[in-house]
Structure formats: structure tokens, C-alpha cells
């Protein structure tokens, strides 16, 4: 079964369609890839699933539990999204870290906050405090980061923040990580570091939503490609499909671009 | 010189009392403006436009206006209107200028607080949101420290330029410095023609606002570590 389905998906921002009838899903342990020119819908498609935007018709379902339906107003209510949230991480493309946190502290907040909530925690506050500090430091150690933990963002590169910002998603556990353009923001030579740790996680099937205008790495890293063009799944399949053998003059049009270097 | 070493410790003690007087109106106008502006800040951002427009306008009128026009006003209308005045001897005039200063202080610091809240990039709320915090985790755990960080600089300006306005007060004949040193040119306590203390009223103006430049030097080096 899949473990993400998104059926018919709507969004407009005032008289502008953005998102027109999105339909699609992705299995455990793949990985998505999502390209298309400026504008196409990608990164609000990302928005919507982390319940930053609210689409305006449509259906989003994780492990067949139903996270969003436009037509059941009690899937939209700020407590309950604020729970199934969770079920997505989401780097960003400028980062967003916490600049008054060290990058262990950016790594920790949330799941501290989280752990507040619980029952116990005032019994085992030593205890829990401990467990949620050695599962940040062994993510950033995974992200290559194991010398940089009591750094604050403004003392990092900004590969270093993107591979902070990727730990702190990975510390909720999330059942999907989304990436919106995660190395749009950096220099070529800080891309690869990024770009090697989302490879990493590639390998060890971690289920990935990637918004990415790096067209090799799309190719290389996913499982599956969609193509977006003006609010539109213009065409999807696997890597080897979208890219060697595209049926869509706008896709070909597209990918022209990148090939001719 | 003589003469002025003979009056120098009955003008110091008057100088004394009303410079209490002086600081007395500066920290309750501090106490006072700094969580009304917080309150005026939220209101000209308020979503529902009649509000925001409404607090726009205020906080036109007494920016706009001269806090000695406001001061006049607030302390001869009530008695102008009803009669008799409200604000009745050296109390009534102390609550007087508390009134005017603490208002017109807040819609200058609203006006800060607005600059500073909305300078934070919406990127750290957005990444709050995504990482599961309620909108009060993110206020106080993530955007209220970078707020801060922000308004201390144009805050210490307004908080410097706070002490020497406190001196307007002397216009509805609060006794605080500036009026204590004046005293001694028309005649008080055997001593009269004496222009110095009235200069020398400056010296308590510099070493105060210097104690505090220093302090909130403090607080801002303080926040450094973060950018």
C-alpha cells in the first residue's frame, strides 16, 4: 500500500490557480523527485503537504489514514494539524535555523517541547532530557557535523545549516521528509556536501519528497519523477523514463535546457 | 567662586529633590509605555481593519503633535471643560505629566515593537510550525529573543531621549530638576540671581543617561552571540 496518496489536490492564491487537480503517490522507502520551471506549483505542492498552505479541494492520506479533506472541516483544525504534521519534515531552502540556538539546540528544541506534553515527563526529565540530547548528537555526527554541535548558525557555512536543518527534521521522525530546493541557496561547491547526505539517506530508504532544480542529482537519487508545468502533473514515471524518453514537448522543452549544459 | 561654594550645598539639595521627582517620571513612564505600546503595537497590526486604522490615526496625532502641547492639554482641559481642575497639587500635576508622557512614549515604542516583531523572517515561524510548536511555543521560545535582540538599539535611543524630555514637565510647574534649578534665579531659600544651577542641573542629565548607555551597551553586546 502506498504511503502517501494525495488525490485531486486544488490551490489557488486569490484569482491564480497554482495547484490544478494534483494526483499521486509514493510508496515506502522511495524516493520523489519534483522538477519544473519557477512557478509550476512545486514548492506550494511541498507547502500543502506540510500544511503550511491549506489547499482548497482534495485529499492527502498517510498510511491510509486521512490527514486532509477539504470536505471534512474537523481534518482542518489547528490542533489536530499541528499532530499530523509530524507525519512530514521539511527543509527549507534558506534554512529557517534558529539563530539564538547552538545547532545541538537546534536539533533538540522541538522534540523538548514535544516531550513536555508527556505524562511522565516530570518523573524522568533527566532521563528524557539525555535520550532526546544523545539521539540529536548522533544525527548531527550522521551528518557529518559531530565537530560543529555547539556552533550557532551564523558561525556555520551554509552547507553546514542545510545539514543542521536536515538533522532537526530527521530528530521528529517524520514518516516523509520533504526538501524545497535545498541547495538553491548555496555555492556549487557547498551543494555536493548537502546533495551526498540526502544521497546517505536515499540509501537507508528514507520515503523523500525532493523539490530540486538539480536535474543530475533528481535523475541519480529518485525513484520516481514528476514533471510539473503550470499547476499541472505534466508527466511522472521513473527517472530513466522522464529523462531519456519524455512524451511531453513542455518536459523535452524543459529538460533541454539542463542537457545542453 | 566664593559666593558660589557658600550656595553650593543648599542648591545641591534642591537639585536633590527635584531630580528624585525627575526620576520618579521616567520610570513610571518606562513601567508604564513599555507594555501600552506592546498592546498599541498589536492593535495597528490587527488584522480587523477598523482597529488598525483607528490606533494608525492615534498614533499619528501624538507622534505628530509636540509632547508640550499634549502635556498642556491633558493638564489645563479637564479644568478648561469641567471647572475645576482634576489634578490637584505637586500629585495632580505628577499624575498629569505621567499620563502624557506614558501615552506618548507608548505610540513611539508601538511603533518599534511593530518594526521588530515584523522583522523577524516568517521562515522562523514557518520552520516552528513545521516542527510541530503551538503559535506561544514559537512566540516565546523562538521569535520573542530575535524581537528583542532588535529593538534594543532604537529602544536605549528613545529611553535617553526619555530622561532629558522628562524636563517638558516643568511647563505645568511639576518640581522636578530643571524647575528646582530655576528657582534660584527669581529667589529661593536667600539665594536668588544664581544662573549656575540652573546650568548645572545638565550634570545630572549626563551622568544618569551616561549610567545608562552603559547599561544598555550591556544588554546589546549581551544578545551578540546570535545573529
Not at chain 1, 489547528?78 to 547552538?102: C, D, M, W
Not at chain 1, 535520550?131 to 550557532?152: F, H, P, T
Not at chain 2, 490587527?46 to 499619528?60: A, N
Not at chain 2, 505610540?107 to 516542527?131: D, W
Request: proline share 4%; glycine share 8%; with cysteine.
Amino acid at each position: 500500500m502506498a504511503i502517501l496518496e494525495v488525490e485531486h489536490l486544488h490551490k489557488n492564491f486569490e484569482r491564480t490557480e497554482v495547484l490544478k487537480d494534483i494526483s499521486f503517490s509514493l510508496e515506502k522507502g522511495q524516493v520523489l523527485s519534483i522538477i519544473g520551471s519557477s512557478g509550476s506549483g512545486k514548492t506550494t505542492l511541498l507547502r500543502c503537504l506540510n500544511f503550511l498552505e491549506r489547499p482548497d479541494k482534495g485529499v492527502i492520506r498517510v498510511n491510509g489514514e486521512t490527514l486532509f479533506d477539504a470536505e471534512n472541516p474537523v481534518t482542518t483544525q489547528e490542533a489536530e494539524i499541528r499532530r499530523k504534521r509530524l507525519h512530514f519534515g521539511l527543509v527549507f531552502q534558506s534554512f529557517n535555523l534558529f539563530p539564538q540556538y547552538t545547532a545541538l539546540g537546534n536539533v533538540m528544541l522541538a522534540k523538548e517541547l514535544l516531550a513536555k506534553a508527556q505524562p511522565d515527563y516530570k518523573a524522568r526529565k533527566k532521563e528524557i532530557h539525555a535520550e532526546i540530547e544523545r539521539e540529536a548528537k548522533s544525527l548531527l555526527d550522521q551528518m557529518g557535523l559531530s565537530d560543529r554541535m555547539n556552533n550557532y548558525p551564523h558561525q556555520l557555512s551554509g552547507g553546514q545549516c542545510q545539514r543542521v536543518a536536515i538533522a532537526r527534521a530527521l530528530a521528529l521522525k517524520p514518516v516523509i521528509l520533504c526538501f524545497d530546493e535545498p541547495t538553491s541557496a548555496l555555492d556549487p561547491e557547498l551543494t555536493g556536501e548537502v546533495l551526498k547526505v540526502i544521497r546517505g539517506l536515499a540509501d537507508q530508504e528514507t520515503t523523500m519528497i525532493i523539490v530540486t532544480h538539480e536535474m543530475a542529482f533528481a535523475r541519480d537519487v529518485s525513484s520516481h519523477v514528476i514533471f510539473m508545468d503550470d499547476g499541472h502533473i505534466l508527466e511522472q514515471g521513473t527517472p530513466e523514463r522522464v529523462f531519456e524518453h519524455p512524451e511531453e514537448e513542455r518536459t523535452k522543452q524543459f529538460l533541454s535546457r539542463f542537457t545542453r549544459g | 567662586m566664593e559666593l558660589i561654594l557658600e550656595q553650593f550645598p543648599i542648591v545641591i539639595h534642591s537639585l536633590n529633590i527635584g531630580f528624585i521627582q525627575t526620576l520618579k517620571l521616567f520610570f513610571v513612564t518606562l513601567l508604564g509605555a513599555v507594555p501600552l505600546g506592546l498592546i498599541i503595537s498589536f492593535g495597528s497590526m490587527s488584522r480587523f481593519r477598523p482597529l488598525s486604522y483607528l490606533v494608525k490615526i492615534i498614533v499619528w496625532i501624538i507622534r505628530g503633535t509636540p509632547l508640550m502641547i499634549q502635556l498642556l492639554i491633558i493638564y489645563y482641559f479637564p479644568g478648561l471643560v469641567f471647572g475645576n481642575s482634576i489634578w490637584i497639587g505637586e500629585t495632580g500635576r505628577f499624575l498629569a505629566a505621567a499620563v502624557a508622557f506614558i501615552f506618548n512614549y507608548a505610540c513611539y515604542f508601538s511603533e518599534i515593537y511593530r518594526g521588530g516583531i515584523q522583522g523577524v523572517p516568517r521562515g522562523q515561524e514557518e520552520a516552528g510550525l513545521v516542527l510541530g510548536m503551538t503559535r506561544s511555543q514559537i512566540f516565546f521560545k523562538v521569535t520573542l529573543l530575535q524581537m528583542i535582540k532588535r529593538i534594543v538599539p532604537p529602544m536605549s535611543n528613545e529611553i535617553i531621549t526619555l530622561v532629558k524630555d522628562t524636563s517638558l514637565a516643568r511647563i505645568i510647574a511639576l518640581q522636578e530638576i530643571i524647575w528646582a534649578g530655576q528657582s534660584f534665579l527669581k529667589g529661593s531659600q536667600g539665594i536668588s540671581g544664581a544662573i549656575w544651577p540652573l546650568f548645572f542641573t545638565a550634570v545630572y542629565y549626563l551622568i544618569f543617561n551616561g549610567i545608562l548607555t552603559v547599561l544598555l551597551g550591556g544588554l546589546e553586546k549581551k544578545l551578540d552571540y546570535f545573529r
